[in-house]
Protein backbone atom coordinates (compact mmCIF):
# COMPACT_ATOMS: atom_id res chain seq x y z
CA UNK A 1 0.00 0.00 0.00
CA UNK A 2 1.00 3.74 -0.88
CA UNK A 3 1.42 5.99 2.53
CA UNK A 4 1.65 8.86 0.17
CA UNK A 5 -0.47 9.66 -3.07
CA UNK A 6 -0.80 12.81 -5.04
CA UNK A 7 -4.40 13.70 -5.76
CA UNK A 8 -5.73 16.29 -8.35
CA UNK A 9 -7.30 19.22 -6.65
CA UNK A 10 -7.22 22.80 -7.02
CA UNK A 11 -4.47 25.00 -5.99
CA UNK A 12 -4.51 27.42 -3.00
CA UNK A 13 -4.94 31.18 -4.83
CA UNK A 14 -2.72 33.51 -4.12
CA UNK A 15 -4.92 35.82 -1.55
CA UNK A 16 -5.71 32.80 0.23
CA UNK A 17 -1.61 31.91 0.53
CA UNK A 18 -1.30 35.16 1.87
CA UNK A 19 -4.43 35.27 4.07
CA UNK A 20 -2.84 32.20 6.02
CA UNK A 21 0.57 33.56 6.52
CA UNK A 22 -0.53 36.86 7.67
CA UNK A 23 -3.29 36.05 9.90
CA UNK A 24 -3.93 32.28 10.47
CA UNK A 25 -0.15 30.91 11.75
CA UNK A 26 -0.27 32.50 14.68
CA UNK A 27 -3.34 31.11 16.03
CA UNK A 28 -3.95 29.40 19.29
CA UNK A 29 -2.33 25.86 18.68
CA UNK A 30 -5.11 23.60 18.81
CA UNK A 31 -2.35 20.25 18.45
CA UNK A 32 -2.77 19.20 22.20
CA UNK A 33 -5.83 19.67 23.46
CA UNK A 34 -6.55 16.12 23.85
CA UNK A 35 -2.65 15.50 24.96
CA UNK A 36 -1.51 18.12 27.06
CA UNK A 37 1.33 15.87 28.35
CA UNK A 38 2.45 15.08 24.49
CA UNK A 39 2.94 19.28 24.08
CA UNK A 40 5.96 20.55 21.53
CA UNK A 41 6.26 23.90 21.11
CA UNK A 42 7.63 23.46 17.85
CA UNK A 43 4.69 22.10 16.05
CA UNK A 44 1.47 23.69 15.97
CA UNK A 45 -2.36 22.83 14.65
CA UNK A 46 -4.56 26.05 14.22
CA UNK A 47 -7.78 26.34 12.66
CA UNK A 48 -8.31 28.29 9.91
CA UNK A 49 -10.07 31.40 9.46
CA UNK A 50 -13.49 31.92 7.95
CA UNK A 51 -11.92 33.27 4.81
CA UNK A 52 -9.48 30.38 4.10
CA UNK A 53 -12.32 27.72 5.74
CA UNK A 54 -14.82 28.80 3.49
CA UNK A 55 -12.55 28.28 0.44
CA UNK A 56 -11.56 25.13 1.54
CA UNK A 57 -14.58 24.03 2.03
CA UNK A 58 -16.08 25.23 -1.18
CA UNK A 59 -13.12 24.09 -2.78
CA UNK A 60 -12.06 20.86 -1.31
CA UNK A 61 -14.18 19.42 0.65
CA UNK A 62 -17.72 20.30 2.89
CA UNK A 63 -17.03 17.64 5.37
CA UNK A 64 -13.64 18.47 6.53
CA UNK A 65 -12.45 21.29 9.24
CA UNK A 66 -9.55 23.01 7.63
CA UNK A 67 -6.49 23.78 9.69
CA UNK A 68 -2.98 25.25 9.24
CA UNK A 69 0.33 23.09 10.40
CA UNK A 70 3.35 25.16 11.57
CA UNK A 71 6.63 23.29 12.26
CA UNK A 72 9.54 24.85 13.32
CA UNK A 73 11.86 21.13 14.14
CA UNK A 74 12.05 18.01 13.32
CA UNK A 75 9.28 16.02 14.49
CA UNK A 76 9.52 12.65 15.98
CA UNK A 77 8.93 9.46 14.93
CA UNK A 78 4.65 8.93 16.04
CA UNK A 79 1.85 8.34 14.42
CA UNK A 80 -1.46 10.52 14.46
CA UNK A 81 -4.35 9.07 17.32
CA UNK A 82 -7.65 8.75 15.79
CA UNK A 83 -6.87 9.31 12.28
CA UNK A 84 -6.34 7.48 9.20
CA UNK A 85 -5.47 9.95 6.29
CA UNK A 86 -4.80 13.85 5.99
CA UNK A 87 -5.11 15.96 3.31
CA UNK A 88 -1.30 18.24 3.31
CA UNK A 89 -0.41 21.23 1.27
CA UNK A 90 2.49 22.65 1.34
CA UNK A 91 3.12 26.42 1.30
CA UNK A 92 6.15 27.05 3.33
CA UNK A 93 8.50 23.70 2.84
CA UNK A 94 11.25 24.90 5.42
CA UNK A 95 13.68 24.28 3.48
CA UNK A 96 14.80 22.38 0.37
CA UNK A 97 15.67 18.69 1.28
CA UNK A 98 12.73 18.20 3.89
CA UNK A 99 11.40 14.79 3.90
CA UNK A 100 8.18 12.99 5.13
CA UNK A 101 9.09 9.25 5.95
CA UNK A 102 7.35 6.39 6.79
CA UNK A 103 8.27 3.59 8.96
CA UNK A 104 7.32 0.28 10.01
CA UNK A 105 5.87 -1.02 13.14
CA UNK A 106 9.94 -2.09 14.30
CA UNK A 107 10.41 2.06 13.23
CA UNK A 108 12.83 0.69 10.06
CA UNK A 109 12.09 3.13 7.25
CA UNK A 110 10.44 1.89 4.51
CA UNK A 111 9.20 5.00 2.49
CA UNK A 112 10.82 8.74 2.09
CA UNK A 113 9.18 11.60 0.65
CA UNK A 114 10.17 15.56 -0.61
CA UNK A 115 7.00 17.20 -0.69
CA UNK A 116 6.25 19.32 -3.66
CA UNK A 117 5.41 22.65 -3.01
CA UNK A 118 1.63 23.68 -3.26
CA UNK A 119 0.43 20.12 -4.30
CA UNK A 120 -2.48 18.04 -2.48
CA UNK A 121 -1.25 14.82 -0.91
CA UNK A 122 -2.90 12.49 1.41
CA UNK A 123 -0.79 10.40 3.41
CA UNK A 124 -1.22 7.51 5.65
CA UNK A 125 -0.76 8.78 9.22
CA UNK A 126 -2.19 5.52 10.70
CA UNK A 127 1.32 4.20 10.17
CA UNK A 128 4.75 5.52 12.25
CA UNK A 129 5.81 8.58 10.31
CA UNK A 130 8.35 12.00 10.87
CA UNK A 131 9.27 14.99 9.31
CA UNK A 132 13.13 15.66 9.12
CA UNK A 133 15.67 18.08 7.90
CA UNK A 134 13.53 21.56 9.18
CA UNK A 135 15.90 24.46 8.45
CA UNK A 136 16.95 26.24 11.27
CA UNK A 137 14.90 29.41 11.74
CA UNK A 138 12.46 28.32 9.00
CA UNK A 139 9.22 26.91 9.14
CA UNK A 140 7.19 24.39 7.26
CA UNK A 141 3.49 25.34 6.72
CA UNK A 142 0.48 22.97 5.74
CA UNK A 143 -3.01 23.26 4.96
CA UNK A 144 -4.41 20.10 6.39
CA UNK A 145 -7.68 19.32 7.76
CA UNK A 146 -9.89 16.97 10.92
CA UNK A 147 -12.13 14.18 9.08
CA UNK A 148 -13.49 13.02 12.26
CA UNK A 149 -12.87 16.47 14.26
FE1 LIG B 1 1.58 13.11 12.09
Known sequence: MANIKKINLPKLPNDIVIEILNNNINGRNEAFDNHPDEALNFYKWVSANEKVQTWCKENISQDIHWGIQIIEKDLPIHNDL??????????????????????????????SHNLELNQWYILNVEIYHNVQNIQKNSKRISITGRIMP
Request: proline letters at 0%; aromatic letters at 14%.
Open 82 to 111: GTLAKFNYVIANGGNDVVTNFYDDEKTLID
